[in-house]
């Protein structure tokens, strides 16, 4: 018996920067903290190579992407759906 477990892949949505590459597009996530002592609240950004195999995004689209197997060396996601 094979006791074979599935990861959940992990999804974020955030807004497309780049399409200069091809089937690849850049999304930049921003995420809203709270500094432990000051209490000020700040934002963190972080940018994410996703696969985007129609080349359907365009820049300022907002995209919904999740984990995936490895496409290339800096590829690990793929785009779930777009919202102009």
Not at 27 to 56: A, F
């Amino acid at each position: 018996m094979s006791t074979h477990t599935q990861a959940i892949q992990r999804t974020f949505t955030g807004k497309v920067v780049s399409t200069k590459m091809d089937k690849t597009i850049v999304v930049s996530v921003n995420r809203t903290l709270v500094h432990p002592k000051y209490g000020k609240r700040y934002v963190q950004s972080k940018k994410y190579h996703v696969h985007d195999e129609k080349e359907t995004a365009q820049v300022g689209d907002v995209v919904n992407f999740q984990e995936c197997r490895p496409y290339s060396k800096t590829k690990r996601w793929r785009v779930v759906n777009t919202q102009a």
